[in-house]
Structure formats: structure tokens, C-alpha cells
């Protein structure tokens, strides 16, 4: 069961650009949360958003959510090559167990 | 170092053959989780564990089997009734597994012959 899933599938943008990348879920949750995965290695946790919060600050990471339309976005201000890698969201959905969508492929070109 | 250790890194299973993917963690979690990765896609959970000698079916566990003796590993057979074995698999594990962040290996590309 996919609860989570991201939009778009696939960005490429330029250094210095920002990058929104979307996420929209079925059933109502307790948490959300955003994972960044380079190719072929282990995910690595972001940021991680309450159902009772808005909005989230980490560095150049900004996560909205907005629990009416049961969605969030991740935006990565000012890109480096190196934030290029896939992004996740992952959501609990009201279980003790993460579900996590298919990602968004960004490309950071120099 | 703390973390999470997958080993091997690739792995190579024949036809009709078992195979166990390790995971170790020494971070002192007591949840465990093995998830799947195919090319493209997202992650698609295989098992979960939320305490030593317990464990859960996630949502493709046909083919799979855990054990959960001890709290810092978590290894996981993928068996012959798997017919399609080929994917990425990632460990994670979290403090208590309920609405925290997961911490992940490195994983394991896992191929038939």
C-alpha cells in the first residue's frame, strides 16, 4: 500500500536554483517526514514534520504541510551539485511503520 | 562508530538457493525494519520488529523470513519461494519504532545468477 507520493518524478535544475518537490498522502497521519537517498547508498533522514505543525526550517530545507489537502512540500533554497539524489517523503499513516513513496529524481547541473 | 552495518554489500543468489542478509545495529534501538528497493521505485516494507523475539509482516513479506534473538541484529533470508530476488534491500532501525525517525544502512543489491 503506497500512502505517500511525490511530485514530480523528476527535476533537473541549475546551481544556485531552488527546488520544490511535492508530496500528497490518503489517510490522515501523525507525522511526515522527508528522506534524501544518493544512488545506490542507505537513506538519510531530513526533517521531520507533526501533524500539528505548518511549517518546518533546516538549514536550506523549508517543509510545508498542510493536513486539509494532506500534502507537503520540501524546498531546497539556493542547490548544490551536491543535493543532487532522490527525495522520499514517508508517512505513518496511524501505524508503527513507515510507508514511503517513490521519490523525486533532482539533478543539480554546475 | 555508531550505525547500522548491512553486509554483504552485493550478494549473488542461484536458483532454489537461500540467502540471509545481515543487519547489526549498535545504537541501542529497539526497532528493526527490513525494506525492498526496486530500480526507480519507492521503498516497500518486508518485516518490522519493535522488540527482541517479536516480529511483523509488512506489506511483501511472501518469500521472506526474520529472526529477532538479539536487540542489535536483525538478519533476514530471502528464500527459493521468492521468485523475484533482485532489488536493493535496506535495514533501518529507530529508538522505540513508533513515529521517530529511521536510521538506514547502507544496503545490499541483492542479483540471481
Known amino acids: 500500500s503506497q500512502q505517500g507520493e511525490e511530485d514530480p518524478q523528476a527535476l533537473s535544475i541549475q546551481e544556485g536554483e531552488n527546488a520544490t518537490m511535492n508530496c500528497s498522502y490518503k489517510t490522515s497521519i501523525n507525522n511526515l517526514q522527508w528522506y534524501r537517498q544518493n544512488s545506490g547508498r542507505g537513506l538519510v533522514h531530513l526533517i521531520l514534520?507533526?501533524?500539528?505543525?505548518r511549517e518546518k526550517h533546516s538549514g536550506r530545507l523549508r517543509v510545508t504541510l498542510d493536513t486539509s489537502k494532506k500534502s507537503s512540500s520540501l524546498l531546497i533554497t539556493a542547490s548544490r551539485a551536491a543535493d543532487t539524489a532522490s527525495y522520499f517523503c514517508?508517512?505513518?499513516?496511524?501505524?508503527?511503520?513507515?510507508?514511503f513513496g517513490a521519490g523525486t529524481r533532482l539533478a543539480v547541473h554546475p | 562508530d555508531g550505525g547500522i552495518t548491512q553486509s554483504p554489500k552485493y550478494l549473488f543468489r542461484k536458483e532454489g538457493q537461500n540467502v540471509t542478509l545481515s543487519c547489526e545495529q549498535n545504537l541501542n534501538h529497539d526497532a528493526m525494519y527490513w525494506y525492498r528497493q526496486d530500480p526507480g521505485q519507492g521503498l516497500r516494507l518486508i518485516y518490522y520488529s519493535q522488540i527482541v523475539n517479536d516480529f511483523q509482516k509488512g506489506d511483501i513479506a511472501e518469500g521472506y523470513s526474520v529472526s529477532r534473538e538479539k536487540k542489535e541484529s536483525f538478519p533476514l533470508t530471502v528464500t527459493s519461494a521468492q521468485k523475484n530476488p533482485t532489488a536493493f534491500y535496506l535495514c533501518a532501525s529507530s529508538p522505540t519504532g513508533i513515529n521517530e525517525k529511521l536510521f538506514f544502512g547502507s544496503g545490499t543489491q541483492l542479483s540471481v545468477l
Open positions: 514517508a508517512t505513518d499513516g496511524g501505524y508503527n511503520k513507515l510507508i
Open positions: 514534520i507533526r501533524s500539528n505543525e
